[in-house]
C-alpha cells in the first residue's frame, strides 16, 4: 500500500478509537516500509508490497499481523 493510503488508513482507525492519539508517520523509501508511531510505544508498521501490517506493542515484545 502506498504511504499515503498507510497514513489515511492509521488515521481512520484513531478516528474509530476516538481520536485525541498523537501518531508520528515516517518511512523508509529504500526498505519500502512505512511506520507509525504511538506514544505509549506502539508500533503499526506497513509495506509497498502488503496490504497487511505489522503491529508491535508492550516494548516491542507482541506483534500481530492485521488488515487495515
Known amino acids: 500500500m ?3 493510503a498507510f497514513k ?3 488515521n481512520a482507525l484513531i ?3 476516538g481520536g485525541g492519539i498523537q501518531v508520528r508517520f ?3 523509501s529504500e526498505k519500502g ?9 506502539t508500533v503499526i508498521i506497513g509495506s509497498e ?5 505489522t503491529v508491535r506493542w508492550n516494548g516491542r515484545n ?3 499481523m492485521a488488515s487495515i
Open 2 to 4: 502506498s504511504y499515503e
Open 8 to 10: 489515511a488508513r492509521v
Open 15 to 17: 478516528e474509530r478509537a
Open 26 to 28: 515516517s518511512k523508509d
Open 33 to 41: 516500509k512505512h511506520y507509525a508511531n504511538f506514544p505509549d510505544g
Open 49 to 53: 508490497a502488503c496490504l497487511k501490517v
Open 62 to 64: 507482541h506483534q500481530s
